[in-house]
């Protein structure tokens, strides 16, 4: 129960409509007895031939009555109903929040299908369970006893062996519980596998169609989905089982009722009318207490669900900013890096190991290497996406001891996989700056980008909408996008990872000429594989296939040692002079 | 470019004129291979029924007969023997009980049987929906944020359980209910029944009021919903820019417009059912004070005794029951509509494509081996209209030949190999294999046929050699070796712990993505194609891999038609015939020396590869 209630306390932060609903309830459940009462009362003193001039008094004071009750159960509805919404909107910003404070590393382990599911399903089935358990609870709290006391006035005896089956009830569902949580939990992670699987099939279509796997792939989320399936039966089997059980509480009550009622007017100790009254009261006091078996079958899904959410919430960012963290007003832009490593978690060995480099302020730094040796994870340790071992400086102050904020501040970062939003064009290049930008600026980013004439072509130039990761721009319009967006924030630090590889040669030239231009007076950090994009640069550091810094220099000292590079550069340079044959 | 057709906020508002029968018909449709779950819901649902039914009546006989004979019997000599009353009323007491423990039985079925049809029901619907889905063009999903397809086949399609438990089963059977109950009430007492029945109209009309706004309430609340989920799952794919580019405020704040614009649609569908219940209620109401005022007439006039409107009352209140959850169950079902629609949207997407059969092919070509040999016949194609990507192309690839691409970014290089495995269809022009034109071929056989890398590759979750398999039949242990050792991700593979079965993350995250496209590499070779289609396959290799992989897959491509994208020229050399293309025309054809000597565009691009490296 602890962990709902965790939930169920952000509900009691919206006290006013909460408050407002709660009065309402009392005030409703009121006229619905008085209802009943002047329903009885009247049956009463129905005979035959008795007067009827009470009957139109009664008909109006039902209808009063229960225009009343309407008005209540308007605002009853309408306040506290919106409370679970509200509840809703702000776990599932909460949980947005975290997920995009949570470091690379989450990211990777996790499932996406599995995280979404998590704030759409999982909260779903919190507001479901708490929003009309709310209600309930509170409305048979208030109904319940207040009904038994009626009916105390009635028959004091048999009103009290209705607690009876209820305490009947209560054993009952304490032996069905561990059932009801087992299937709930085996149902959201199914539900999780689906979303997950549907995702990734949809995010990797092209090769699912180009490969023909859609066969292949729907035995896959069919399986999933029989799955599902299965708990889901197995999960109302135990529903029914508490459903089974409160409804015989329900009407071992009414047959209770029969016994002593029966008895008791054989005995001439009750009237007719009272034990009428006392039936339709009965039904009154049950229906909140069958919502309640019903709320109690819903609990253990919305209590598994909470367990998936607080694990999410419990996921801490890998560091946080230090309390007296220095703040950076004019950063230069000098990386310092000594024995800096990362190891991926469950990975054997480090992916980069021991790198010890200088970089001055507005110098360009290559970094090159075979496939895998850790180029891009250096790189992701420089903006602390993944958290290294080592020392890293920015300006000669330790980065931890700066805001995160600070230190990414100055960075502009060009990813492998250039990944765009899907939203319009120039967004996609504005969302780099901490700005706004002008027009006027961004026309100037999409030709330092050498997308001008391109953009030019599309059917709404710069306001086109881009597909879902870029999908409807061609592979080199992705990566210079991705290059204006870096360049929009006017970075410190211009972060270049393997940025050029899918842009042609004459475009490449442009674009590195116009580089070096917007690159004036920045640091430049180039991770790539042709040698000719890092030629240029005052240092060019070359990792080894095991993470290790296996050389540095400069273009010129790096030729004039054996090694990986100048092999590397003699076989660019000889593919080139063998074509020229 | 598409541009209208991206509009997240015109494609997302399913808007259908169906009316609520249409869709329920339909639903029943889906629901008609299970008619046997059906069946037995509804025979649940009916002894349900009949138990409550059968209540009142051992009431009454049980109150009426022997509590009444003893009472008037005690009231005639107080100390007269009610033996027998007192064993008859056990008699009753007995029967009570034997229906409650029956009725206690059956309500387990009800939620278990119910809940098993519903879920079986949607369980159906969902592969069905996927397998349609997986049968719909590339432009079906370029304009669809994943997030938002994937609310389709999970929240939506479960949203729809209550439509087949509450809906289909319920409301049916509380129809039923309330068509037998009223006919009962009028065998009973006309009279006072009428008075009931001319409280429907007001019931039908309210509901009729609620409908209409209600479901566009709905409607918004479900694309709403999907267009939240759409971005949540795009943020969560770009985590790292934002996170790089300090993006989390501005993105949590776009999060949050969208949970308003949720949360606005929501709370308009609570308040419009916030007031349709009580409004119900008040007509129920309404209906039971008329009764009870007519009734009491009768009585009082004589026409009618007690007993009998205590009996009619009684049933009254199985009538009143029905019509108050069917206000209840409207909510559910108006939500439960809105999200078939848009289920129905994407069931009733044709694929653009043509048929995809083998029409005109001659008997037993089907099963016939492809051999390659690809042809382009004065091709053109537009993404959008307008735009012409490609123009007018033609050029042919034989068996055994390699076909390189240049041309400057944008070209339509790529588009090229799109429309080759028919992803989309040419505007105009044709593409045959071995003389067939792609409209002719079963796509599924075409694209096994072609072992295909693609610019931006994509690795499943599950292990390395899941990955290279996909359950292709034509990869063997050797051919995969080959095609390891070819693309050179076998020293990447000797190096993973657990080497091929090594567990591979969404997306393939935990490989470099160099490694990623050795893998496509190695995929691609593996099933023995006939078609090879590499497209910047090498592009974030180094280049000694890269010359490796050149040399070591030259020898895997004897005999296959190969179509290789490639900007750096050092890798399309040695192809049979480079095509360069350039704003989606073909400028220049031939081999690496012609080019050179014609002294056009590659020779330009050729100068550029080379000065730019010497300096
Ligand atoms: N799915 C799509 N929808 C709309 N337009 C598209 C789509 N895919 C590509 N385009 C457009 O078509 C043109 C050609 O793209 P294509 O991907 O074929 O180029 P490419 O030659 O492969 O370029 P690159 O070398 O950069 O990969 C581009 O202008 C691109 O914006
Ligand atoms: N999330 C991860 N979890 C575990 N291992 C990883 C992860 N990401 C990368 N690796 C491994 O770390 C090593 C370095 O990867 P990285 O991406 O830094 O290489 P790279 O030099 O950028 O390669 P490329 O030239 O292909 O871009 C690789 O062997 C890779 O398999
Ligand atoms: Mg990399």
Redesign the pocket.
């Known amino acids: 129960m602890a962990r709902l209630w965790r939930f169920f306390r952000r509900f009691l932060r919206h006290k006013k409509q909460l408050i407002g609903g709660f009065l309402c309830i009392p005030l409703a459940q009121l006229a619905d007895i008085a209802i009943t009462v002047k329903i009885g009362g009247a049956l009463d003193r129905l005979r035959a031939g008795s007067p009827t001039d009470f009957l139109a008094g009664i008909f109006w004071i039902i209808l009063g009555l229960s225009a009343f009750k309407g008005v209540f159960r308007y605002l009853q509805r309408w306040w506290i109903v919106a409370v679970s919404r509200y509840v809703e909107n702000e776990l599932k910003q909460e949980l947005f929040d975290k997920l995009v404070s949570l470091p690379l590393a989450f990211h ?1 382990r996790s499932r996406s299908g599995d995280v979404v599911s998590r704030v759409t399903s999982d909260v779903e089935n919190i507001r479901m369970f708490l929003g009309p358990g709310v209600m309930y609870t509170l409305g048979a709290v208030v109904m319940v006893p207040a009904s038994i006391a009626l009916l105390c006035t009635l028959n004091a005896p048999l009103a009290l062996t209705m607690i009876l089956p209820l305490v009947l009830m209560g054993f009952g569902m304490k032996f069905f519980t561990p059932h009801l949580h087992r299937w709930s939990e085996a149902v959201q992670e199914s539900i999780a596998e689906i979303s997950s699987r549907a995702q990734e099939n949809f995010s990797g279509i092209r090769v699912v169609k180009g490969y023909g796997l859609a066969a292949q792939q729907c035995a896959r989320f069919d399986e999933a989905s029989e799955r599902n399936r299965q708990n889901q039966v197995n999960l109302g089997r135990s529903r029914g089982l508490t459903h089974a059980l409160t409804h015989a509480a329900n009407d071992l009550t009414f047959v209770t009722i029969l016994v002593l009622g029966g008895w008791a007017m054989i005995d001439r100790s009750l009237p007719a009318g009272d034990l009428f009254k006392f039936i339709d009261l009965t039904f009154k006091v049950f229906w909140p207490i069958i919502a309640l078996g019903w709320i109690a079958g819903m609990y253990p899904r919305a209590y598994a669900s909470a367990g998936r959410i607080d694990e999410l919430l419990a996921e801490q960012p890998l560091f946080s900013d230090p309390h007296d963290a220095l703040r950076l007003s004019s950063p230069r832009g000098a990386l310092t890096l000594r024995g800096l490593s990362y190891t ?4 054997a060995k480090p ?1 980069v190991s021991g790198v010890s480099v200088d970089v001055p302020a507005g110098s360009v730094l290559g970094i090159v ?1 075979p ?8 790189v992701l340790c420089l903006g602390r996406l993944l958290e290294p071992q080592g020392v890293l400086e920015l300006d000669g102050i330790d980065v931890r001891r700066l805001a995160l904020s600070d230190l990414r501040a100055c960075l502009g970062y060009v990813p ?1 996989d250039s990944f765009l939003f899907s939203e319009r064009y120039r967004d996609n290049i504005a969302f780099g700056s901490d700005t706004e930008l002008s027009d006027a600026r961004i026309q100037e980013l999409v030709e330092l980008a050498c997308m001008k004439d391109e953009v030019a072509h599309f059917p709404k130039g710069l306001e086109t909408l881009v597909g879902e990761r870029g999908v409807t721009l061609s592979g080199g319009q992705r990566q210079r996008t991705c290059i204006a967006r870096a360049l929009a924030r006017d970075p410190r630090v211009l972060i270049l990872d ?1 940025a050029l590889s899918a842009v042609d040669t004459e475009t490449e030239a442009q674009l590195l000429a116009n580089l070096r231009r917007a690159g004036e007076g920045r640091t430049v950090i180039v ?1 790539a ?1 042709r040698l000719s994009s890092v030629a240029r640069a005052e240092r060019i550091l070359v ?1 080894g296939k095991d ?1 290790r810094v296996e050389a540095q220099g400069t273009h010129a000292e790096l030729l004039e040692r054996p090694g990986w590079y100048r092999e590397t550069w003699q076989r660019q340079q000889a593919q080139k002079e063998l074509s020229v044959l | 470019m598409s541009s209208t057709d991206l509009d997240p906020e015109e494609d997302d508002l399913v808007s259908s004129k169906a009316w609520d029968n249409a869709i329920l018909l339909r639903l029943a449709r889906y629901a008609k291979p299970h008619a046997r779950l059906f069946y037995a819901s509804f025979g649940v649902l009916a002894m349900l029924f009949m138990l409550d039914m059968l209540g009142p009546w051992i009431w009454r006989h049980a109150l009426d007969g022997p509590v009444h004979a003893a009472v008037s019997a005690r009231e005639r000599d107080p100390a007269a023997d009610i033996g027998t009353f007192v064993r008859q009323f056990w008699y009753w007491v007995g029967g009570y009980l034997l229906l409650v423990a029956l009725s206690v039985v059956f309500r387990y079925h009800e939620v278990a049987q119910l809940n098993r049809t519903g879920q079986t029901v949607i369980a159906d619907l969902r592969s069905r929906l996927f397998r349609h889905m997986q049968s719909l063009d590339l432009v079906f999903f370029d304009r669809r944020p994943t997030g938002a397809l994937v609310t389709r086949v999970t929240s939506d399609v479960e949203n729809l359980n209550e439509m087949f438990t509450s809906g289909l089963v319920v409301l049916l059977f509380d129809f039923v209910k309330i068509v037998g109950v009223l006919a009962f009430l009028y065998w009973l007492n006309w009279r006072l029944a009428l008075v009931v029945t001319a409280g429907t109209p007001f019931l039908i009309g309210v509901s009729l009021v609620f409908r209409g706004g209600a479901r566009r309430a709905h409607r918004a609340v479900r694309a709403r919903l999907s267009r939240l989920n759409g971005y949540l799952q795009e943020v969560l794919q770009g985590i790292r820019v934002v996170q790089v580019f300090r993006r989390e405020k501005a993105v949590s704040a776009r999060f949050a417009q969208h949970l308003d614009g949720y949360l606005a649609a929501n709370l308009k569908t609570i308040f419009l059912f916030a007031l349709f219940f009580p409004v119900i209620d008040f007509v129920v109401s309404a209906i039971q004070g008329t009764t009870l005022w007519s009734g009491g007439l009768s009585i009082a006039g004589a026409q009618l005794s007690y007993g009998e409107f205590v009996q009619f009352w009684f049933y009254l209140a199985l009538l009143v029951a029905p019509i108050r959850e069917l206000g209840e169950r409207y909510n559910i079902l108006q939500s439960a509509f809105a999200s078939a629609e848009r289920i129905f949207d994407i069931l009733d997407t044709r694929p653009t494509l043509e048929p995809e059969r083998e029409k005109t092919s001659p008997p037993g070509f089907s099963t016939l081996p492809l051999r390659g040999h690809v042809r382009f016949e004065h091709v053109s194609f537009s993404y959008t209209e307008g735009t012409e990507v490609l123009h007018d192309l033609s050029f042919e690839i034989r068996p055994g030949e390699t076909v390189a691409v240049v041309g400057a970014t944008g070209a339509g290089k790529s588009t090229l190999v799109n429309l080759l495995l028919r992803f989309y269809e040419p505007s105009s022009g044709h593409i045959t294999i071995d003389g067939h034109d792609l409209t002719e071929l079963d796509p599924a056989r075409l694209r096994r046929a072609v072992g295909l890398v693609l610019q931006e590759d994509f690795l499943f979750a599950g292990t390395v050699k899941e990955n290279l398999i996909l359950e292709r039949e034509s990869v063997t242990e050797e051919s995969l070796e080959e095609a390891l050792a070819a693309s050179r991700a076998d020293e990447l593979v000797a190096r993973l712990p657990g080497g091929l079965a090594h567990p591979v993350a969404e997306r393939g ?7 990623r496209q050795l893998l496509a590499i190695a995929r691609a070779l593996a099933g023995d194609p006939r078609i090879v289609v590499l497209d910047e396959a090498t592009a ?3 280049s000694n891999t890269e010359a490796q992989i050149e040399s070591a897959t030259r020898k895997l491509l004897e005999g296959r038609s190969a179509l290789v994208i490639a900007h750096r020229l050092s890798t399309v050399r040695r192809a049979t015939r480079i095509l360069v293309l350039h704003r989606g025309k073909l400028r220049e054809q031939g081999t690496h020396a012609q080019l050179l000597a014609q002294d056009g565009i590659y020779a330009r691009l050729h100068r550029l590869q080379f000065a730019e490296s010497a300096g």
């Open positions: 990777a991926y978690a469950g990975a992916a290497g496939t895998g040796s850790g180029k891009s994870t250096l492998q393997d991770a594989h990792l993470g | 995250a935990t490989f470099s993505t160099g490694e974030s290799v180094d």
